[in-house]
């Protein structure tokens, strides 16, 4: 199976979160076609393929499921076009091919994991279980970007209580109060304004909703707050602790930023493996989230974020690969086990 059948395979089984089983069975069925003779479901529903035995052990984490909205699979010239295309069975299918022919020391253990738009519950299951000796996580950074930093992630559900009151009266509405805690909000997120987005404290509302019973009013915010290296979660509770909010919010979600040490085996072995292929490496840190910051602090081991495609894509209607930058990523990847299986693990 080539590089555009084995990433079509994965495209073609719609694998929303909470959805996954799909996927996870195309995916396995590809490592199975590929010679891994180990492939399986886990109890999380994680998709878990191995080829090789002993150390060093190298770990790609992927993930398997997308974004709702299944878009029609289609391959125009050198294009494939799906939902999960970029975000990322593109790099799902270049740690299957890279890792087909490994015949070095170690077992490489590619992981489609569940959950990672969501919730990470299939990350969350499987960190405890393992103990590698390097990571790699398959999101796209396009095949000349290493991925070493994601900001962190908090998800907020804040409540805002008040009494009903007509709207002549000068007394605040409890929307007006919310949003009058928003803007204090703002202006702590501005005073950690950091010299690029990426050092930077930020935060967007995404919902608003009120309700009135009798003489009772409520307003729900959500909330969503990227933290930057150097800001923690706890850092931005105990803002809400100290201003009126004690009680009245609910963590959805949390993880801490991540920013990996740019000179580790696996960024030398991946950027050693861009410039095997012709390529300018490029570091990246990202705004968004990824399995990297829950696995990174639990394991302890060199990491890096890669996989082939352009993230600018992710999410969207126009989702795809390009089937020669896939190419060029499997190449990529086989170099860098290489490297991983003959370096001593930092």
């Known amino acids: 199976m080539d590089e555009a059948g084995v990433l079509l395979e994965l495209v073609k089984a719609y694998s929303p979160s909470g959805r996954e089983e799909p996927g996870v069975r195309a995916f396995l069925r590809v490592a199975e076609s590929l010679g891994f003779a180990r492939a399986e479901i886990d109890e999380a529903g994680n998709g878990i393929a191995r080829i090789g035995s002993g150390r060093p052990q190298i770990v790609f984490l992927g993930h398997i499921d997308t974004v709702e909205g299944e878009l029609p699979v289609r391959v125009e010239g050198e294009r494939v076009y799906g939902r999960g295309a970029t975000d990322a069975k593109g790099a799902l299918a270049a740690a299957l091919l890279a890792a087909r022919n490994h015949a070095a020391a170690g077992e490489i253990v590619v992981v489609a994991a569940v959950g990672e738009e969501t919730d990470s519950r299939g990350a969350r299951r499987l960190i405890p279980t393992m103990k590698p000796d390097c990571l790699i996580v398959g999101e796209p950074s396009s095949w000349s970007g290493v991925t070493v930093g994601y900001k962190g992630n908090l998800s907020l559900s804040l409540t805002f209580e008040g009494g009903r009151s007509h709207l002549s009266s000068p007394e605040a509405t409890t929307v007006e109060t919310a949003l009058a805690f928003l803007d204090r909000f703002k202006e702590f997120?501005?005073?950690?304004?950091?010299?690029?987005?990426?050092?930077?404290?930020?935060?967007?509302v995404h919902t608003i909703n009120s309700a009135r019973s009798g003489g009772k009013?409520?307003?729900?915010?959500?909330?969503?707050?990227?933290?930057?290296?150097?800001v923690t979660a706890a850092e931005v509770l105990r803002f809400f602790d100290e201003n009126g909010l004690a009680g009245r919010y609910k963590v959805v979600d949390s993880s801490e930023a991540v920013e990996v040490d740019t000179r580790n085996d696996v960024v030398r072995g991946l950027l050693a493996g861009i410039r095997a292929v012709g390529g300018r490496p490029t570091l990246v840190r990202k705004s968004g989230t990824s399995d990297?910051?829950?696995?990174?602090?639990a394991w302890g081991c060199p990491a890096a974020a890669y996989g082939p495609g352009d993230s600018h894509l992710d999410h969207t209607?126009?989702?795809?690969?390009d089937v020669q930058e896939l190419r060029k990523a499997v190449r990529v990847l086989e170099d860098a086990f290489l490297f991983l299986a003959e370096a001593k693990p930092a």
Request: aromatic share 2%; net charge positive.
């Open 292 to 297: 990297m910051n829950l696995a990174v602090p």
């Open 189 to 204: 997120c501005a005073a950690r304004k950091g010299l690029t987005p990426f050092a930077s404290l930020t935060a967007k």
């Open 217 to 230: 009013e409520v307003v729900k915010v959500g909330l969503n707050v990227r933290l930057p290296p150097g």
């Open 317 to 321: 209607d126009e989702e795809s690969m």
